[in-house]
């Protein structure tokens, strides 16, 4: 047990002569339920719990009496050093709450409480659980490192063979890595980063913070003087970071022509998925990523929307509408809102998706991007041989082949400044605005989307929406 794990011993002793009223109001500061009786020089002699002094004063002994008269002259002790598993494990066997720990002159060294080891066992439990979700195989495909990244919820992995820490997997490396055209079923380690910044146990919150700052990393993998992984040090876990908070406009003006009959009275962003429309799906993810102030662009049946959300107290966001006399586009409908203080997310209102936003603002900040659009990959598999020709010549054949292409996910993140590009009262869509802004050189990154995303505007992937969220809450 380290250094700060220990409790202060000058509050939990007393000498053997004190009197139980002592003992009692000392025992009340030090909220640990007993007192240690100890000699001058610090050797045990005693221990007094809240219980002993209560038994004595029902058998009508006087609290101005020393509390030696009525403590535990034969305590359970041990001698340091000793686990925190160890310990917890005799007191649960003895039945005892207070476990004095001894040097081998019988001085005490320390305290050690049942409740407080517990505590501290169970968060040393889910460390462990923790950093065991967040190894991998170098030999693991990219396919399986993108579903463990999803489970572990840290942004990252480390490549590992049993604890020996052989690089890094951040969720930016295998988004890249999909942008690059290459095969899911390679093995993880080909874009990993090899070397990454680590360091040495023990480490202090200040210095890995101090340390992540200047080498621009998000995680600190922590070592042991074997070179073993010990720790993974989240930045977000110690730093909160300064600006305003990410806020979010959904697009939910459309008509939904293409879902006629189902949109003639109902709108589509309020057409029912499972137990709830669509648009509670997209807010209770929204939601997810910490985000509350929610503004909602209508046009077609707007009362709909607004009379089921109002506010949105009742479903944790705070709500506002701008609401569209005529359809202004994907990003027309942007000037008509309050101009964000930060990075705001647009999502169109007929989007599913389990995208972290967390995780794409952080993408968006890598890249010091103006505005970052959410793409998905997309193949189609020809079913025949393609012939390559130069002019009547063959130049080859590919039997077969299968075409990977990035398509717009509807799911955008921008900075206030990249509205400046969108002209008032006319129709503007954010294909347009995305053409506006690389034409002028400002920058617009892809951010490819590897989890859950289904775009809900045709029949068949509506009745899809059904089939797989039809059931819970989802």
Avoid at 55 to 75: F, K, S, Y
Avoid at 136 to 155: F, K, N, Q, Y
Avoid at 369 to 374: D, H, M, N, R, S
Avoid at 400 to 420: R, V
Wanted: proline share 5%; charged share 25%.
């Amino acid at each position: 047990m380290s250094e700060d794990q220990h409790v202060n011993l000058e509050g939990v002793t007393i000498a053997p002569g004190a009197s139980m009223a002592e003992a009692l109001a000392k025992m009340d500061l030090a909220g640990t339920g007993g007192l240690a009786l100890c000699t001058a020089e610090g050797r045990l002699v005693g221990f007094l719990t809240d219980g002993d002094v209560r038994r004595a004063v029902l058998h009508g002994i006087a609290l101005d009496q020393p509390c030696e008269t009525v403590a535990n002259h034969r305590p359970i002790a041990v001698q340091a050093p000793m686990t925190s598993a160890e310990a917890l494990k005799l007191m649960a066997r003895r039945d005892i709450n207070h476990l004095p720990v001894l040097d081998a002159d019988g001085i005490l060294v320390d305290l050690l409480l049942r409740n407080e080891l517990a505590t501290r066992e169970a968060v040393e439990d889910a460390a462990a659980r923790r950093l065991e979700g967040v190894m991998i195989s170098p030999d693991a495909s990219i396919a399986e490192a993108i579903e463990r990244l999803d489970d572990a919820g840290m942004g990252a992995l480390a490549l590992c063979e049993g604890r020996k820490l052989l690089g890094m997997l951040a969720d930016g490396d295998l988004r890249r890595a999909i942008l690059r055209g290459v095969p899911l079923t390679d093995a993880c380690e080909t874009i990993a980063i090899k070397d990454p910044v680590t360091a040495r146990q023990p480490v202090s919150t200040g210095d890995a913070l101090d340390l992540m700052v200047a080498r621009g990393i998000d995680h600190l993998p922590v070592l042991d003087g074997d070179g073993d992984l010990v720790d993974l040090i989240l930045r977000r876990d110690i730093a909160v970071e300064a600006g305003p908070a990410l806020s979010a406009v959904i697009m939910a003006g459309g008509f939904g022509k293409r879902l006629l009959p189902l949109t003639e009275h109902v709108p589509k962003p309020m057409l029912p998925v499972g137990d709830r429309p669509l648009l509670e799906r997209t807010i209770k993810q929204l939601r997810r990523s910490g985000i509350r102030d929610v503004s909602m662009t209508t046009h077609y049946l707007q009362d709909h929307i607004a009379q089921h959300f109002g506010d949105g107290e009742e479903f944790g966001v705070r709500i506002s509408y701008a609401n569209e006399d005529q359809p202004l586009g994907t990003a027309g409908g942007l000037k008509l809102i309050e101009r964000p203080a930060g990075p705001f997310v647009v999502i169109n209102g007929d989007i599913l998706t389990g995208v972290s936003f967390e995780k794409m603002l952080a993408y968006h900040r890598e890249h010091e991007a103006e505005l970052t659009v959410g793409v998905r990959r997309y193949v189609i598999d020809v079913p025949f041989g393609v012939v390559e020709c130069d002019e009547a010549r063959i130049t080859g054949l590919q039997e077969k082949p299968s075409l990977t292409f990035f398509i717009n996910a509807g799911i955008y993140l921008l900075e206030p400044a990249a509205c400046d590009a969108i002209p008032d009262g006319r129709h503007f869509d954010m294909t347009d605005l995305i053409k506006k802004l690389v034409d002028d050189g400002r920058t617009v990154v892809s951010y490819p989307i590897i989890e859950y995303w289904l775009d809900v505007g045709r029949p068949e992937d509506y009745q899809r929406a059904q089939e797989e969220h039809g059931v819970g809450p989802g």
